[in-house]
């Protein structure tokens, strides 16, 4: 119970200090729908045979909604955590009953929650502006996890990036370094045929691959990947980060 | 007495920089004790090694246990430059860490004890720096705390705010709580504290009373005349004298001596705008301690006096 209590003060804490932040709110919903807009309807897939978007549109809802997944705890959870050393915070709450991995499951919490509603309008937006149809089956609910449990992976690595760098800024610039190459090389916007052979195993290192596989799966194509091993390395990759990212949010200077 | 805070041979070193070198010291449980020195003596690196918060060489207990393994709802901190989530209100703030500990105060009442009562909506980032401060002092009470670190708590607090938050330590010390406090502020130190320890270059170089402190340490009670004068004008007043900034600081000058000193400046035809008879306090022992002391006097004449009434 005194658990609860602690991660759910620190998740209102943490869910407040968000909204409150109108632009943050704002660009973080924009973002993803500024992708939407360049590439599924100013770009827009036609299927030629080749090069980038030449799949159907359905191909790139895992893409979409990667965008938000992966930048979002990524930049927020490393920016918090920038934050909080900034401005002392987790000196004070060491000196307190708060646990790292309950400061850090709180954090995450809020994420899912924020990065679940820009998922529902991501996904109604694709469908809405790319012509994009969505596989309606009993399966579809399994999105939900497969969203949380990829929140969950890149709150890990976001935590691990505030441990690594020093400032907001270079919380950013270590963000930005990891997500645009996972962005573009899991499966999501780029096919494997278009890489060289030599690496297409890499993209098996991705966690964003599994996500990309499971939901395309779910949402597009039912042999795009096995859902239940997707959502398994998925979860298994959630737990290990966000152990680790635990462990590595300060505790001392 | 039991302790509350036990530091032995405490060392801590950031690359070739020596924090802390070898401090030991020992805070009674009810007591409270005021930290003093330098910018860079090591004050926040002593309170981190003591809330836990540095890794140091040496032992560190608090209430007999190390900082990382004490009931932490027994542990209040207040860390310097402490700066929380801007835009939660002093009431959402003061809730927030209530809600991380097993039982807290009510945070309504805590903000009531701090002075912020009326001001509970407003966004944190909106109240000017002295509630600021007096918010982040109630976030530090909210669990009721045994041992209280305040780490210059009352810094960008005015000075009827800082007198208000001094007759709360006062009441929480009256009802056995134990107060580390570090400060740059001889005032609130001296008043505050049972007592005192400095620190210059991570060294103690001194523990005590504040009036043992001072009365070893701090020399005498002297009287400043504002003047042009120099030494040469008061040769043979009977006083150390020295000069420095427009002033005469003659030393040694009890209460009853200040008339023999008047007499003594209008005998010589001394012109002067103002006296100002100084006692000695904890200021002074701060100065001497640290090799600060009247640095803008060194490049002017020290004359003392020679016969003269004493």
């Given at each position: 119970m005194s658990r609860a209590r602690r991660v759910a003060s620190e998740f209102r804490a943490a869910w407040y200090a968000f909204v409150r932040r109108r632009t943050a709110v704002f660009f973080t919903f924009f973002f993803p729908v500024i992708i939407i807009l360049i590439f599924g309807a100013l770009v827009r897939t036609q299927p030629t045979g080749g090069g980038i978007f030449a799949e159907p549109p359905g191909y790139y809802i895992p893409g979409y909604l990667a965008v938000v997944v992966l930048f979002t705890p990524l930049s927020r959870v490393g920016s918090t955590i920038a934050r909080h050393r900034e401005g002392n915070r987790f000196e004070k709450l060491a000196t307190t009953p708060l646990r790292r991995w309950e400061w850090l499951l709180a954090q995450t919490l809020v994420n899912v929650v924020v990065i679940g509603l820009a998922s529902l309008l991501l996904l109604g937006l694709t469908v809405l502006v790319t012509d994009a149809v969505v596989r309606v089956t009993p399966a579809l609910l399994l999105l939900g996890p497969f969203v949380a449990l990829g929140v969950a992976v890149f709150c890990g690595v976001g935590a691990i990036l505030g441990y690594v760098t020093e400032s907001q800024d270079g919380v950013i610039a270590a963000s930005n370094t990891v997500a645009l190459p996972l962005l573009f090389l899991s499966e999501t916007f780029v096919t494997p045929d278009l890489l060289p052979?030599?690496?297409?195993?890499?993209?098996?290192?991705?966690?964003?691959?599994?996500?990309?596989?499971?939901?395309r799966a779910l949402t597009y194509d039912p042999t795009a990947g096995d859902v239940g091993l997707s959502l398994a390395v998925v979860a298994v990759l959630a737990a290990a980060f966000f152990v680790v990212g635990a462990y590595a949010i300060p505790r001392t200077d | 007495m039991t302790e509350a805070l036990v530091a032995e041979n405490v060392r801590k070193e950031y690359g070739d920089v020596v924090a802390l070198d070898g401090v030991s010291l020992t805070v009674e449980s009810g007591e409270v004790f005021g930290l003093i020195g330098p910018n860079g003596a090591g004050k926040t690196t002593l309170t981190r090694a003591l809330t836990g918060t540095t890794r140091v060489d040496g032992e560190v207990r608090v209430l007999g246990d190390a900082p990382d393994a004490v009931d932490f709802q027994r542990v209040g901190l207040l860390p310097q430059s402490f700066s929380p989530a801007a835009r939660l209100t002093a009431r959402e703030l003061v809730s927030y860490y209530a809600g991380l500990y097993d039982e807290a105060r009510d945070p309504d009442a805590v903000l009531e004890d701090v002075g912020m009562a009326d001001d509970a909506a407003v966004h944190y980032e909106n109240l000017s720096g002295g509630q600021q401060r007096r918010t982040c002092v109630a976030t530090a009470l909210v669990n009721d705390p045994d041992v209280l670190f305040l780490d210059e708590p009352t810094t960008g607090i005015d000075p009827a705010g800082r007198r208000a938050l001094w007759r709360l330590l006062d009441d929480l010390a009256a009802g056995g709580t134990t107060i580390f406090l570090t400060s740059h502020s001889m005032t609130e130190v001296e008043r505050l504290a049972d007592r005192v320890g400095l620190l210059s270059d991570g060294e103690l170089v001194a523990v005590g009373t504040p009036a043992s402190l001072v009365a070893e340490h701090g020399g005498t009670s002297r009287l400043v005349v504002r003047t042009d004068a120099g030494t040469d004008a008061v040769a043979g007043a009977g006083f150390p004298v020295e000069a420095a900034d427009g002033e005469l600081v003659f030393h040694d000058v009890d209460a009853d001596d200040i008339g023999t000193v008047v007499a003594r400046l209008d005998e010589d035809g001394v012109?002067?705008?103002?006296?100002?008879?100084?006692?000695?306090?904890?200021?002074?022992?701060?100065?001497?301690?640290?090799?600060?002391?009247?640095?803008?006097?060194?490049?002017?004449?020290?004359?003392?006096?020679?016969?003269?009434?004493?």
């Open positions: 052979s030599w690496f297409r195993p890499l993209m098996a290192l991705s966690p964003l691959t599994y996500f990309s596989r499971g939901v | 012109g002067y705008e103002s006296l100002v008879w100084r006692q000695p306090g904890l200021e002074e022992v701060y100065l001497r301690l640290t090799g600060e002391q009247f640095e803008g006097a060194e490049a002017t004449a020290v004359a003392a006096g020679t016969g003269g009434a004493r």
